[in-house]
């Protein structure tokens, strides 16, 4: 049984940083690739970034060089560092594992102006 549970987020003001955290039970981080996605009141969940198991990242344009995903085999966790947040990363961020329907309750980010 896979089991996702985030945490990490908060408030923070703008230019601040973060970092959120996903969990993973029932499965590896090393098997699949790990997603970090968001979502707004009243838009679809988009993705943020994600990290294969042997390490490639991607990003949204609207993310590159400030945020950086990561995992840490040993904990069986995947890290989202979020740097220089602006007021437009406000959301709740969830992980996802592999391209399936597992996902985390999600943490919520705000940033403040």
């Known amino acids: 049984q896979v089991q996702l549970v985030e945490s990490g987020g908060g408030l923070v003001q703008a230019g601040g940083s973060l970092r959120v955290s996903c969990a993973v039970s029932g499965t590896s981080v090393s098997f699949n690739t790990m997603g970090w996605y968001r979502q707004t009141p009243g838009k679809q969940r988009e993705p943020v970034a994600d990290?294969?198991?042997?390490?490639?990242?991607r990003y949204v344009d609207s993310v590159k060089g400030r945020f950086t995903i990561s995992r840490d085999n040993a904990k069986n966790t995947v890290y989202l560092q979020m740097n220089s947040l602006k007021p437009d990363d406000t959301a709740v961020y969830y992980c996802?594992?592999?391209?399936?329907?597992?996902w985390g309750q999600g943490t919520q980010v705000t940033v403040s102006s």
């Open positions: 990290i294969t198991s042997g390490g490639s990242t």
């Open positions: 996802r594992h592999g391209y399936g329907d597992y």
